[in-house]
């Protein structure tokens, strides 16, 4: 199956900066998404990801705190935005291919913000 | 939003089937139930979907009832690295929204 890897793997970062984070996938993918997990939590969708245009957000999240950017197929970021400790977190990239339909996940992100 | 109902917890005695439940009342005709699971911290893995027929592979198996308000995931012999988080998830592969998940514990 195709490797999704991100990066970083985990960051600690001060209270009101900004981190980046990547997701490069090796073959080209139907859907790409963005997920949270705070400590003890279940995963919560914060966008899709679309190739070429402006991503489409979950209710509670805002394109201000977490841009996204998706320049093709295989590749996107998503940006955590004047960061709070409350934005400690793991920040998951998944992708589907059209073929399967299932959704698989990188490693994660695991961010801590003091 | 998560369309499923999972119990929280469950145990399971090492060697033996782990069946995992799953309500989704109100799952749309064209929506699959998928099954992932999540072992520590790692990222979900995919374990199974289906969308009427029972499916069935090298991992485990998937029951849905007739009606498709239900189904239940088997391991069929469960071991101690099968202790994880298991997520039922009912998508028509445009969105995916996780619930609360079932943490299953297998015991020696």
């Known amino acids: 199956s195709a490797v999704i890897s991100q990066k970083p793997s985990r960051d600690i970062c001060q209270r009101g900066t900004s981190l980046t984070i990547q997701c490069q996938v090796d073959?080209?993918?139907?859907?790409m998404f963005w997920y949270r997990q705070q400590p003890g939590q279940s995963l919560t969708l914060i966008a899709t990801?679309?190739?070429?245009?402006?991503?489409?957000?979950e209710s509670g999240f805002v394109i201000d705190k977490f841009p996204i950017s998706r320049p093709n197929l295989t590749f996107s970021t998503l940006t955590v935005s004047n960061m709070s400790p409350e934005d400690s977190s793991i920040y998951l990239c998944?992708?589907?291919?059209?073929?399967?339909?299932?959704?698989?996940f990188g490693n994660g992100t695991r961010l801590t913000v003091t | 939003d998560a369309k499923t109902t999972q119990p929280p917890s469950m145990d399971c005695a090492e060697g033996r089937a782990a069946n995992l439940p799953c309500n989704h009342s109100?799952?749309?005709?064209?929506?699959?139930v998928y099954w992932y699971r999540q072992i520590h911290s790692q990222g979900p893995q995919y374990i199974i979907h289906?969308?009427?027929n029972n499916e069935t592979n090298e991992m485990a198996s998937l029951i849905i009832t007739e009606d498709r308000k239900s189904s239940t995931l088997i391991l069929p012999h469960a071991t101690l690295r099968d202790t994880a988080v298991y997520y039922c998830?009912?998508?028509?592969?445009?969105?995916?929204?996780f619930g609360s998940g079932t943490k299953l514990n297998v015991k020696p």
């Open positions: 990801a679309n190739q070429g245009s402006e991503a489409t957000y």
């Open positions: 998944s992708v589907t291919w059209q073929a399967s339909g299932a959704l698989h």
């Open positions: 109100t799952i749309s005709g064209n929506e699959y």
């Open positions: 998830i009912v998508s028509d592969f445009n969105k995916f929204y």
């Open positions: 073959s080209q993918v139907t859907m």
């Open positions: 289906g969308l009427k």
